[in-house]
C-alpha cells in the first residue's frame, strides 16, 4: 500500500520497555508501521503526531491488541531467543528508493552479521547511492524489525543511527557483531 492510500486508517500504539529504554510501537489493520526509541513521553507525543498526519485519524492507544505478536517477538529478540522477525509490516510511511533499500535490508542481511552502505546500494542495483541508502536508514519507520542497526561504514565504522549510536552498539553486541561493552 502506498503512503497516498493510507489515509484514515485506524492506528494503534503502545510503549513497551526494553533493554534499550522504552520503544513505542504503531500497528496499522496491514500489520507493524513505526517503532520508536527513547519513547518518553514527549518523544511519544511527537510521534503520535507525526503518525496522525501521515496516516489520519488519531492514533489509540492499543485497544484490540494487534500489536501483542509484535511485542511477542521483540520480548524474544532482546531475550535471545529470536533471530528473525515475522511480524505482518505496513510499509505505507516509506516508498520508492528507501522501500526498496529497507526490503532488501529486511531480506537480506540476517541477524549478527553487516552490510556497507556502498554494498547494500550495490544490492539494490545503485552502486553509487550508499549516501542515499544512509537517507533510506534514517527515514527508517520499523527500525529494529528492519534492522539499519546492521549496516555499517565500508572502512569499518559504526555509521549512524537514528536511536544513538550507544543503543546501535548494544544491539550489534546482542547480536554477537561486536562486543559487550565492559560497563
Known amino acids: 500500500m502506498d503512503s ?22 504503531a500497528a496499522t489493520e496491514n500489520g507493524l508501521v513505526s517503532v520508536g526509541f527513547h519513547a518518553d513521553r514527549q518523544v511519544r507525543d511527537a ?16 485497544a484490540s491488541g494487534r500489536l501483542a505478536e509484535s511485542i511477542g517477538a521483540l520480548d524474544a529478540y532482546f531475550a535471545g531467543r529470536l533471530r528473525e522477525f515475522a511480524v505482518p509490516l505496513d510499509w505505507s510511511l516509506v516508498g520508492g528508493f528507501h522501500r526498496q533499500v529497507l526490503r532488501e ?3 537480506g ?28 536508514m534514517a527515514a527508517n519507520p520499523l527500525p ?5 542497526h546492521r549496516v555499517v561504514e565500508e572502512g569499518g565504522g559504526i555509521g549512524g543511527f ?22
Open 109 to 136: 542481511v540476517p541477524y549478527g552479521t553487516v552490510v556497507g552502505y556502498g554494498e547494500l546500494a550495490g544490492r539494490v542495483g545503485q552502486p553509487g547511492a550508499a549516501q542515499a541508502v544512509g537517507a533510506a
Open 47 to 62: 510521534a503520535l503526531r507525526r503518525l496522525a498526519s501521515r496516516l489520519g485519524g488519531e492514533p489509540v492507544e492499543d
Open 105 to 107: 535490508l529486511a531480506s
Open 4 to 25: 497516498d492510500d493510507c489515509a484514515g486508517r485506524r492506528v494503534e500504539w503502545a510503549v513497551v520497555d526494553s533493554p534499550i529504554g522504552p520503544l513505542l510501537l
Open 162 to 183: 537514528g536511536g544513538g549510536l550507544e543503543t546501535k552498539r548494544r544491539l550489534l553486541a546482542l547480536e554477537g557483531v561486536l562486543p559487550e561493552p565492559l560497563f
Open 144 to 148: 529494529l524489525v528492519v534492522p539499519c
